[in-house]
């Protein structure tokens, strides 16, 4: 069962990156149980996407709902951790979950146990949990919104491509946790960002990683169809499953639907911790409306 919000310690932290002490990230820690060890518990990692936070969309409200101690963190250049936001910085983002992962286990002992990530949150962690040492121990994974064909879109803006062929770059303009969010899109990372390539996980991926792919059929960021590529993908590993969870009228941030994610999450979550796990598409368990 999730555990009550009441039984949760909240507590902010700031990881100083490796050789760089004018580089950091800030996270959020939530402990089920803060007053017993910490050292070989295990740990969910929530990751946000692309102009995101910590704390929007249900990773805030998933992290209070887990029954597992939690870390979210603001990627560098978002809310709370400074640094430019490059839209190709998949590297960056690399490195702030190895910065965070290796803070966590020396300061606390922590074990990676599941991976939660959101649209870029979503590419780079893959990337992470299928290279990185620390992330042998992951024994589930939600890929949320993510894409895997980088040079598809949905939204293309004439203007926005007009202005690349003009001058070279446009301003993205959003808002992120209430504030303005501004920042200079270029050419030349849009060409590095196409080039990412996200055909490592046939196979890098770890092959008793369990995962759960969510995605919504109004998405007009992330093209449904590579949800089908992922499931394609990672349901052919053994004993690791894939389960395809598509929710009809979601768009890219579930809005609207958060709740509705959440009790997913946690839902095959507990599937998982009890062995009851098979490759398919996810069956919530209530017959839909004719």
Same mark, same amino acid.
């Given at each position: 069962?999730?555990?009550?919000?009441?039984?949760?310690?909240?507590?902010?932290?700031?990881?100083?990156?490796?050789?760089?002490?004018?580089?950091?990230?800030?996270?959020?820690?939530?402990?089920?149980?803060?007053?017993?060890?910490?050292?070989?518990?295990?740990?969910?990692?929530?990751?946000?996407?692309?102009?995101?936070?910590?704390?929007?969309?249900?990773?805030?409200?998933?992290?209070?709902?887990?029954?597992?101690?939690?870390?979210?963190?603001?990627?560098?250049?978002?809310?709370?951790?400074?640094?430019?936001?490059?839209?190709?910085?998949?590297?960056?983002?690399?490195?702030?979950?190895?910065?965070?992962?290796?803070?966590?286990?020396?300061?606390?002992?922590?074990?990676?146990?599941?991976?939660?990530?959101?649209?870029?949150?979503?590419?780079?962690?893959?990337?992470?949990?299928?290279?990185?040492?620390?992330?042998?121990?992951?024994?589930?994974?939600?890929?949320?919104?993510?894409?895997?064909?980088?040079?598809?879109?949905?939204?293309?803006?004439?203007?926005?491509?007009?202005?690349?062929?003009?001058?070279?770059?446009?301003?993205?303009?959003?808002?992120?946790?209430?504030?303005?969010?501004?920042?200079?899109?270029?050419?030349?990372?849009?060409?590095?960002? #196409? /080039?990412?390539?996200?055909? !490592?996980?046939?196979?890098?991926?770890?092959? *008793?990683? =369990?995962?759960? %792919?969510?995605?919504?059929?109004?998405?007009?960021?992330?093209?449904?169809?590579?949800?089908?590529?992922?499931?394609?993908?990672?349901? #052919? /590993?053994?004993?690791?499953? !894939?389960?395809?969870?598509?929710?009809?009228? *979601?768009? =890219?941030?579930? %809005?609207?639907?958060?709740?509705?994610?959440?009790?997913?999450?946690?839902?095959?979550?507990?599937?998982?911790?009890?062995?009851?796990?098979?490759?398919?598409?996810?069956?919530?368990?209530?017959?839909?409306?004719?």
């Amino acid at each position: 069962m999730p555990a009550p919000i009441t039984t949760k310690k909240t507590t902010r932290h700031t990881i100083i990156l490796p050789g760089a002490p004018d580089k950091f990230v800030v996270g959020v820690l939530e402990q089920v149980c803060p007053d017993e060890p910490t050292q070989g518990r295990k740990l969910a990692l929530i990751l946000h996407g692309a102009m995101g936070h910590k704390d929007y969309l249900y990773q805030k409200r998933l992290a209070h709902r887990l029954p597992l101690d939690s870390f979210r963190l603001d990627f560098r250049g978002n809310h709370e951790s400074p640094g430019p936001w490059l839209m190709d910085g998949f590297s960056d983002d690399y490195e702030d979950i190895e910065a965070s992962v290796a803070y966590l286990q020396e300061h606390f002992g922590y074990v990676v146990d599941l991976v939660v990530g959101h649209s870029r949150g979503s590419v780079v962690g893959m990337w992470w949990i299928s290279s990185s040492k620390a992330a042998r121990n992951v024994r589930g994974y939600v890929n949320a919104s993510g894409r895997y064909r980088m040079r598809v879109s949905h939204n293309q803006s004439d203007e926005r491509h007009g202005l690349l062929k003009k001058q070279g770059w446009f301003e993205e303009r959003q808002t992120v946790a209430r504030k303005p969010f501004r920042a200079i899109v270029t050419l030349e990372q849009l060409e590095a960002f #196409a /080039r990412f390539n996200s055909a !490592h996980i046939w196979e890098d991926f770890p092959a *008793a990683t =369990h995962v759960l %792919t969510l995605h919504g059929l109004a998405d007009q960021v992330v093209p449904v169809y590579d949800a089908v590529i992922y499931a394609r993908a990672l349901g #052919a /590993r053994s004993p690791g499953t !894939h389960n395809l969870h598509l929710i009809e009228k *979601a768009d =890219h941030n579930f %809005t609207g639907m958060q709740d509705d994610v959440i009790a997913t999450i946690l839902k095959w979550w507990d599937h998982l911790e009890r062995g009851k796990l098979k490759t398919g598409i996810w069956q919530t368990g209530v017959r839909p409306k004719l």
